[in-house]
C-alpha cells in the first residue's frame, strides 16, 4: 500500500529534523526529497510549524508504541521493562548514526524563542516520563525500590538524564553515554545499592 502524500512528507521531515533542526529544514528541500509540489505541501500543512509539530506528533505515535511493547508484559519485572525500553530507544538511535532525540534536539533549538514549541516538546516528555513512571511504582510496590522512593520523580530523573546522554551521543556518534548512563541509573535506584545512592 502506497503512502499518501502526507504520509511521505511526515516521515521525509523525521529524518530531516532529526539530522538538520528547525530552522535549517527547507520546504523546497523537503519537496525536492519527496518528489512534492509545493501546492500539496500546503494543502495538508498551513506552514511550517503546522508541519513540524505534525511531525512531532507522528514521532510519539511511534513511542507510544514502544511503550506499549516493552512496558506490556507483565511476565518480565518492571525495572527490566523500564530499561528494556530505553534499549529500543537506543537501536533506533544506532540506526540513525546517533542523531540523538528529535525532543530532545527540537526542545533545545526552539524552546528559547517558541513558546508553541516549548510547551508542545514539555509535554511530550512528562508524558513519557508519566508512563514510566506507573512502571517504576510497580517496582516499588514489589520490593525492587526503597519503600519510600517516589516514582514521579525517579520517572522525571530517567529522562532528564536520558536527555542529557542523548546529546552526548550524538556529539560523539557513539553510545557510550547512553549505556554508561542507564547502568548508572538502574544501579542506583534498587533496593540492593547502598543507603546513600537510594533515590527518595
Not at 116 to 143: S, Y
Request: net charge neutral.
Amino acid at each position: 500500500m502506497t503512502h499518501s502524500t502526507k504520509q511521505r512528507l511526515i516521515e521525509a521531515g523525521l529524518r530531516m529534523l532529526l539530522q538538520h533542526g528547525y530552522n535549517d529544514l527547507g520546504i523546497q528541500a523537503l519537496l525536492d526529497a519527496t518528489s512534492t509540489p509545493k501546492g500539496s505541501f500546503y494543502h495538508h500543512f498551513k506552514d511550517k510549524e503546522d508541519f513540524a509539530l505534525e511531525v512531532v506528533d507522528t514521532y510519539m505515535q511511534q513511542v507510544h508504541q514502544v511503550l506499549d511493547v516493552t512496558l506490556s508484559d507483565r511476565k518480565v519485572p518492571p525495572l527490566a521493562r523500564v530499561r528494556s525500553f530505553f534499549e529500543a530507544v537506543q537501536q533506533s538511535y544506532k540506526g540513525e548514526g546517533y542523531m540523538g532525540c528529535l525532543l530532545g534536539g527540537l526542545g533545545q533549538e526552539l524552546s528559547g524563542v517558541s513558546e508553541v514549541f516549548r510547551k508542545k516538546i514539555e509535554d511530550c516528555i512528562a508524558t513519557i516520563a508519566k508512563r514510566l513512571a506507573v512502571c517504576l511504582e510497580e517496582a516499588r510496590e514489589q520490593g525492587a525500590l526503597a519503600p519510600d522512593s517516589n516514582a514521579r520523580q525517579m520517572a522525571n530523573l530517567l529522562v532528564d538524564c536520558w536527555e542529557g546522554a542523548a546529546l552526548r551521543s550524538r556529539l560523539r556518534r557513539s553510545p557510550a553515554s547512553l549505556n554508561a548512563m542507564l547502568d548508572f541509573y538502574f544501579n542506583s535506584i534498587t533496593v540492593s545499592a547502598p543507603p546513600g545512592r537510594r533515590m527518595s
